[in-house]
């Protein structure tokens, strides 16, 4: 498991045989069952995790509504920065869809990483940025596309998951009820 975090981790900056041995040492495994919560609403997020298995599911409640933002499935990070970086309570909820195996780093942890591996916050720095430029995507697209150009984007962003989420997370994650998604799932077929 931790062979796939050091791949991930040396695709974007080199650490040697020492630095390998300290990450290992960091990060830690964590299962969740599906259902389980990686973070509650008014929680502090705590860790940072980084998915071997399964896949979580990002939301929000409004009003009683469950609103999905986005989704987490193998090789991606798991975190709320919002809440992590500032260690304040969450008002996003992170919670399993599947079984999930995760290897997960603390505050603290991350603040070693940091400043013992000698590119580690070049490091944190590119993963933030993705995550920073993949929530404004997300953003614009809710605002300026149409739901069917929203499901388009969401096939190519996690063809895999198709399968493996229920319908309803999807319509949601595409702003429209799960009726609606029917019939744009259906004039998507019909035009391949």
Same mark, same amino acid.
């Given at each position: 498991?931790?062979?796939? #975090? #050091?791949?991930?981790?040396? &695709?974007?900056? %080199?650490?040697?045989? +020492?630095? &390998?041995?300290?990450?290992?040492?960091? @990060?830690?495994?964590? &299962?969740?069952?599906?259902?389980?919560?990686?973070?509650?609403?008014?929680?502090?997020?705590? %860790?940072?995790?980084?998915?071997?298995?399964?896949?979580?599911? /990002?939301?929000?409640?409004? +009003?009683?509504?469950?609103?999905? /933002?986005? @989704?987490?499935?193998?090789?991606?990070?798991?975190?709320? %920065?919002?809440?992590? #970086?500032?260690?304040?309570?969450?008002?996003?909820?992170?919670?399993?869809?599947?079984?999930?195996?995760?290897?997960?780093?603390?505050?603290? +942890?991350?603040?070693?990483? $940091?400043?013992?591996?000698?590119?580690?916050?070049?490091?944190?720095? #590119?993963?933030?940025?993705?995550?920073?430029? &993949?929530?404004?995507?997300?953003?614009?697209?809710? $605002?300026? +596309?149409?739901?069917?150009?929203?499901?388009?984007?969401?096939?190519?962003?996690?063809?895999?998951?198709?399968?493996?989420?229920?319908?309803? $997370?999807?319509?949601? $994650?595409?702003?429209?009820?799960?009726?609606?998604?029917?019939?744009?799932?259906?004039?998507?077929?019909?035009?391949?």
């Amino acid at each position: 498991m931790m062979d796939i #975090l #050091l791949q991930t981790i040396e &695709k974007a900056v %080199n650490v040697d045989q +020492d630095e &390998k041995e300290l990450i290992a040492r960091l @990060f830690h495994e964590k &299962k969740y069952a599906k259902g389980d919560y990686f973070l509650k609403e008014s929680d502090v997020c705590r %860790n940072v995790g980084f998915m071997i298995s399964g896949v979580m599911r /990002y939301y929000i409640n409004d +009003d009683g509504e469950e609103k999905t /933002y986005g @989704f987490a499935k193998e090789s991606d990070f798991v975190c709320n %920065n919002e809440s992590f #970086l500032p260690q304040q309570p969450s008002r996003q909820i992170i919670q399993a869809l599947e079984d999930c195996t995760l290897l997960v780093i603390g505050y603290s +942890d991350l603040q070693k990483f $940091y400043t013992s591996i000698k590119s580690g916050e070049r490091f944190g720095r #590119l993963v933030i940025e993705q995550v920073f430029v &993949k929530t404004l995507q997300g953003l614009n697209s809710f $605002y300026t +596309d149409s739901p069917d150009l929203r499901y388009e984007k969401f096939l190519k962003e996690y063809p895999d998951l198709l399968q493996r989420i229920p319908q309803y $997370y999807i319509a949601s $994650y595409v702003g429209v009820k799960p009726q609606s998604l029917s019939r744009i799932r259906s004039r998507n077929t019909r035009r391949e």
